[in-house]
C-alpha cells in the first residue's frame, strides 16, 4: 500500500500561471519531507523540503505546504515557466527511521508557452 | 567539481550474462543508494548504504547485490540478468541519510534481452 500518493500522474499549465503539484501521505509518523524535480534523460535533482514543524516553506518561485491535520502537502510554482516542465516527486521521511525514505509515483508537469 | 558518475550510460545485455553497474561519488557522502525507474511505478529502491560496509535492502532487492568496500564506490551488480531488469537505473549519494539532499548520477539504461 502507497504511504505517498501522488494522485494526479499529470499537470498541464500555462506559462506564468500558478502549479500546484499534491501530495498525500497516510503515516502519522512522517515529519519531513521533500521534492525533487526531474527532467528526461536526468538524474533527479532536489528541489525543496519541509519539517513538520513548519506549514510553509518558500524558495524563489517554489513553496511547499503541508497540512498535517489533513496528512497533505502541496508545492506551489509561481510564476510557472516552460523550464519548470518535468516530473515532480514527492517524499517522506520518518526522521525516528532516518534510513528509509518514502517516494510518491511522480506528476509530470507540462507548462505551455 | 561535486557529482555522482555511473557507468555505463547504456548496456545491452542478454539473459544470465553477469553485470556491473558502477556507480562513484567525489563529495565524501556516507549515504549511497540505487533506485530503479519504471514507467508509471516511479522511483524504487533498491540497496541501500549508510556507510562503508554497511548495506542493507530496498524495496526490490531482488536479483541485484551490492557491495560498498570504499566510500566513493557502490557498484550494483546483477549476477543473472533476466529481462524484468530492463529498466533505467540511478545511483544516489547524501551526506549522512536520505533526508538529506540526495545527489542523482545522470542514470543507467539497461535492457536485458
Known amino acids: 500500500d502507497q504511504q505517498v500518493k501522488q494522485n494526479s500522474p499529470s499537470l498541464s499549465v500555462q506559462e506564468g500561471r500558478i502549479s500546484i503539484l499534491n501530495c498525500d501521505y497516510t503515516?502519522?509518523?512522517?515529519?519531513?519531507f521533500l521534492w525533487y524535480k526531474k527532467y528526461p534523460a536526468e538524474g533527479p535533482t532536489f528541489l525543496i523540503s519541509?519539517?513538520?514543524i513548519k506549514d510553509k516553506n518558500e524558495d524563489g518561485r517554489f513553496t511547499v505546504f503541508l497540512n498535517k491535520s489533513a496528512k497533505h502537502l502541496s508545492l506551489h510554482i509561481v510564476p510557472s515557466q516552460p523550464g519548470d516542465s518535468a516530473v515532480y516527486f514527492c517524499?517522506?521521511?520518518?526522521?525516528?527511521?532516518?534510513?528509509?525514505?518514502?517516494w510518491g509515483l511522480g506528476t509530470s508537469l507540462a507548462v505551455n508557452p | 567539481e561535486a557529482q555522482v558518475t555511473q557507468n555505463p550510460r547504456y548496456l545491452i545485455t542478454v539473459t544470465g550474462k553477469k553485470l556491473t553497474v558502477t556507480c562513484s561519488q567525489n563529495m565524501n557522502h556516507e549515504y549511497m543508494s540505487w533506485y530503479r525507474q519504471d514507467p508509471g511505478l516511479g522511483l524504487r529502491q533498491i540497496y541501500y548504504?549508510?556507510?562503508?560496509?554497511?548495506?542493507d535492502k530496498g524495496d526490490v532487492p531482488e536479483g541485484y547485490k551490492v557491495s560498498r568496500k570504499e566510500k566513493r564506490n557502490f557498484p550494483l551488480i546483477l549476477e543473472s540478468p533476466s529481462p524484468n531488469q530492463t529498466s533505467l537505473y540511478f545511483c544516489?549519494?547524501?551526506?549522512?541519510?536520505?533526508?538529506?539532499?540526495?545527489?542523482f548520477g545522470p542514470g543507467t539504461r539497461l535492457t536485458v534481452l
Open positions: 517524499a517522506a521521511s520518518a526522521r525516528a527511521d532516518n534510513r528509509k525514505l518514502i
Open positions: 548504504s549508510m556507510n562503508v560496509e554497511v548495506t
Open positions: 519541509i519539517s513538520s
Open positions: 503515516n502519522s509518523m512522517f515529519d519531513y
Open positions: 544516489a549519494s547524501s551526506s549522512r541519510d536520505p533526508t538529506d539532499t540526495q545527489y
